[in-house]
């Protein structure tokens, strides 16, 4: 069967399950880094046509700046070609990974979950509850999810629709665990609908006081952050989008 | 009678939040962690309708409607797939396979209700008078 007529029958098929697309601008980004012989000129034409990703790879080129006033490059043509191709592809599973996380909040603990630069959050300390997930396929690399234990314990309460004094720590575990499951199984859907072929492996869950990430060779690494109320989130996504 | 529900999803935590969901409900929830034990509790059982998860450890999600449509004791449960999963090759695999519905990560526990109810017989459940 060709690609042509399953590409209709999924429309089809995701509109009579109600299923969300992702954003067009992520979705054409995806394809392109997933060609190797994309050219950076494609790449930042459809970066820019998108202000949200513009902005995200703008913060992400401009590590130490507390705001857009301290941007030492400002422009999304300077940002690729200082931080590469892979920085693109970080972009685009950045971006249904943060849908699926802002969206898991609204629907499932009725908050509002804000992406927020890093440094707007006060650093977590001392044991925090690390999720991590990793991927393998054309794309390789790792999510870490990343709260305090108050923060995960709040999560849990109002995913289970509980008091936080009702919850033991397997409960406090097993959300976090399927948060983290929410938003990678989303991120995944993109980058194999873009080709970008790649299988989850089992997550891995529980306190830790280690805050270092392992950035594997020939890999990028994005760091995101999200608050709602007194809940605060990290997110770190490694990737290597030419691992075989 | 009430209605039997088969929760399979290797989170506890989505296994909760069906059981709640089908709480004012005739319902009952019966519940496995992955598609072997849910194989066994199906075959057991005989729901109406199962729930089911994708990416679970031992046996996955697809493998486990695959099973289940091969059996002809099984393959007229209807099964509603509950998965953050919603790429194009997972979804149509599973739509050939005879899936009844699909649901993706996050969901409201109303619109599972609501998905539930097309497929079996969601009566309220009777509200206990005192002796």
Partial sequence: MSAQPDINQYKELARRYGIAATPESVSRLTQI???QDCCVDEIVRVIEKDPGLSSRLLRVANPHAADESEYTVGTVDEAIMRNGI???????????????LIKTFQTMLSLKLESVDLHQLDSLSGQHMLGSIG????????????????????????ILGLEPGELGPDEIRDAAG??????????????????????????????TDDYFTPIEPGSGLERLAFRADQIQIFVEVTANPWAE | MA???????????I???VGKAFKPYDCIVLEASNGEEGLVVAAREKPDLIVLDVTMPVMDGVTMLTKLKEDPALKAIPVIMLTAESGRENVLQIARLGVRDYLVKPFKEDQLVEKAGRCVTLAKRPVATPA
């Fill in chain 2, 15 to 17: 296994r909760l939040i």
């Fill in chain 1, 86 to 100: 892979g920085s693109a592809l970080l972009l685009a599973m950045g971006t249904p990974l943060s849908l699926a």
């Fill in chain 1, 33 to 35: 880094v997933a060609r």
């Fill in chain 2, 3 to 13: 209605t039997k529900i088969l929760s399979v999803d290797d989170s506890r935590t």
């Fill in chain 1, 178 to 207: 399927e948060l983290l499951n929410i938003m990678t199984g989303n991120f995944k859907s993109n980058l194999c609908d873009a080709g970008l072929d790649c299988k989850l492996q089992p997550p891995k869950v529980g306190l």
């Fill in chain 1, 135 to 158: 991927f393998a396929g054309k794309v390789t690399g790792h999510v870490y999810l990343r709260m305090s234990s108050a923060s995960a314990k709040a999560i849990a309460a109002g």
